[in-house]
Each structure stands twice: as structure tokens, then as C-alpha cells.
């Protein structure tokens, strides 16, 4: 049985003092929920604040993006994946749908971003979608988690991981507050 995971992508929100606060309120309120890995991830500044505040704990802290080069270079507004390693994170989000459809992410893009962060040893959340053709043709099956990613709530969870092919979910708004994502994480 694959073990689900429930990861809060905080997207373009909180800093690093909203981060601590969080963080005081949310892990005592999914201490005791063994039954999902938990993953935050904040934006780039409050990896540090996270992974700090998470110490001891069992959820674990990710990046929201990484460049697909594993070293260094001239490419302003990137983060590598030896630097999230560096700062505490474990995994990193790739391909998110406002990644493509705001700055341009591509399925080629994509891989080279998914092979670059486990060369570097991050744990991958790959986005990808798929078109109903596709599903109904048995064309996306794999034995992968899957994470449903389209507005989960703390009122449609239980509904969405009754599902025998959702293995957990990545959660957006919902998981920027700390009781509402224990709920969801506590589904």
C-alpha cells in the first residue's frame, strides 16, 4: 500500500515570522498522524524558519521549484538543488500548472528539472495532468504516488483520498492556515 502524502505549497505567501507562527500551532495538531508523510512548502526565504520550526517533528520541508542545473551559475532568480538540500529541504515541487502557464515550464523543462533534483537527492512532487482521453486509455497508469492537486479542502478530503488511485494530496490556500491543513493532514 502506498503511504500518502499531504503536502501544503504555500505558493507566494507567509514570511518568515507568519512561518514560525504557523508552525507553533500546526505540528502539535498532526503529531500523532503517522498514517501520511507531511510536507510544506514554503516560499524560498522561510525554507530556514521552516525547517527550524519543524525540528523534532515528523513534517518535512520542500522547495517550491528548482533550476535544472545540480551546481552553480549565472542564472539569476534560480535556486539549485545542492542549495534546498543545504537549507534543510527534502523535497521540491516541479512543474506546477502556474509554473507553465505563467513562466513558461515545459514537459522538456520539466524532466530536466525532475532529473536535477534527484541527482541532488530531493524527493520529487512532479505535476503533470492529464486529458481524459488519455486517462480513459489506461495511457497514465503508473505505480507512482499521485497527488491530487485541485482545491482540497478540508470538507472534500476524506472524499478525495477514498479514491483507490489518490495517494495524498497537494494542497494550496487551505494549507496556509494551521488548523485547516491539520485537518486536512488528519483526514
Request: glycine share 12%; proline share 5%; with cysteine.
Amino acid at each position: 500500500m502506498r503511504k500518502p502524502v499531504m503536502a501544503g505549497n504555500w505558493k507566494m505567501y507567509k514570511t518568515p515570522a507568519d512561518t514560525k507562527a504557523f508552525f507553533e500551532k500546526f505540528v502539535p495538531l498532526v503529531a500523532s498522524s503517522t498514517h501520511a508523510e507531511v510536507v510544506i512548502y514554503p516560499p524560498f526565504v522561510n525554507i530556514a524558519a521552516a525547517v527550524d520550526a519543524v525540528k523534532g517533528s515528523r513534517v518535512e520541508v520542500g522547495g517550491q521549484n528548482l533550476h535544472w542545473g545540480t551546481k552553480e551559475g549565472a542564472f539569476t532568480g534560480e535556486i539549485s538543488g545542492p542549495m534546498l538540500k543545504a537549507s534543510g529541504a527534502e523535497w521540491v515541487i516541479i512543474g506546477h500548472s502556474e509554473r507553465r502557464q505563467f513562466f513558461g515550464e515545459t514537459d522538456a523543462s520539466v524532466w530536466k528539472r525532475t532529473l536535477a533534483a534527484l541527482e541532488s537527492g530531493l524527493k520529487p512532487i512532479v505535476c503533470v495532468g492529464e486529458m481524459l482521453a488519455e486517462r480513459e486509455a489506461g495511457e497514465t497508469d503508473v505505480a507512482i504516488r499521485i497527488l491530487y492537486g485541485g482545491s482540497v479542502k478540508p470538507d472534500n478530503v476524506k472524499g478525495l483520498m477514498a479514491q483507490p488511485e489518490i495517494d495524498g494530496a497537494l494542497v494550496g490556500g487551505a494549507s496556509l492556515e494551521a488548523g485547516s491543513f491539520a485537518s486536512i493532514v488528519n483526514f
